[in-house]
């Protein structure tokens, strides 16, 4: 059964106080792998595609990183507007378009 | 330029009442997601359009839930006799192409059944 699983579930950080979301899956074929922004009270926002083990992506203080295993979301000197829940989500080969999404990992970051 | 918008933002219903969800996808996007977000949980989804066809309803989760997409653009979800557990935000996507994984979501409709 293709799967996403994030980690950890919540985390809290000090400004500038760097650090590392994960986003292990278990999927039939891996199509391409997504993160996600979502603030309160609104939709999804995209943030980076990922297609093939080795690939990093940049935005800002956010970079994402692929394996064949998982992916991670890694914030480097966070501000309080980084605060957020960061969704990671598959498309698997055999599931059309659909996308599985993980739980997501809520950020805090404090000033 | 505009996004996605669904309407309407929140509804309360009594149990067993029909509700109908709205969503305006971004024009010129070919495709059309409908997604369910509980608490606690992650983002379920629920059904798909590519121009007006539906060729996938197994995700709907049973028979009272439908949906429809008129000239390739505005699409309803409806939930015949409303139960508890569909309390849920409702969020509508659209993409450019069926197999884009950039999906462009709306704020939501939050439904309550009471």
């Known amino acids: 059964e293709d799967q996403v699983t994030q980690s950890p579930e919540a985390l809290r950080l000090q400004e500038g106080e760097s650090s590392s979301l994960n986003c292990s899956y278990t999927?039939?074929?891996?199509?391409?792998l997504f993160w996600y922004r979502q603030d309160p009270g609104k939709g999804p926002e995209f943030l980076f595609t990922l297609y093939s083990a080795g690939e990093e992506k940049e935005k800002e203080r956010l970079k994402a990183t692929l394996t064949k295993k998982e992916s991670f979301l890694h914030i480097t000197a966070p501000k309080p507007e980084d605060s957020a829940t960061y969704l990671c989500?598959?498309?698997?080969?055999?599931?059309?378009?659909?996308?599985?999404f993980g739980k997501g990992t809520t950020l805090s970051v404090s000033s | 330029g505009a996004g996605v918008s669904q309407s309407p933002s929140n509804k309360v219903t009594e149990k067993g009442k029909d509700v109908e969800l709205r969503c305006d996808p971004i024009s010129g996007h070919t495709a059309l997601y409908w997604y369910r977000q509980s608490l606690g949980q992650g983002l379920e989804f629920l059904i798909y359009?590519?121009?007006?066809?539906?060729?996938?309803k197994s995700g709907l989760p049973s028979d009272r839930f439908s949906a429809e997409r008129t000239g390739g653009s505005v699409s309803t979800l409806t939930i015949q006799r409303t139960q508890q557990e569909d309390s849920a935000v409702y969020l509508c996507?659209?993409?450019?192409?069926?197999?884009?994984?950039?999906?462009?979501f709306g704020p939501g409709t939050r439904l309550t059944v009471l």
């Open positions: 989500a598959v498309q698997a080969s055999q599931a059309g378009t659909a996308l599985i």
């Open positions: 999927v039939s074929g891996l199509r391409g």
């Open positions: 359009f590519q121009g007006n066809s539906a060729p996938d």
């Open positions: 996507a659209s993409s450019l192409w069926l197999t884009s994984g950039e999906q462009f």
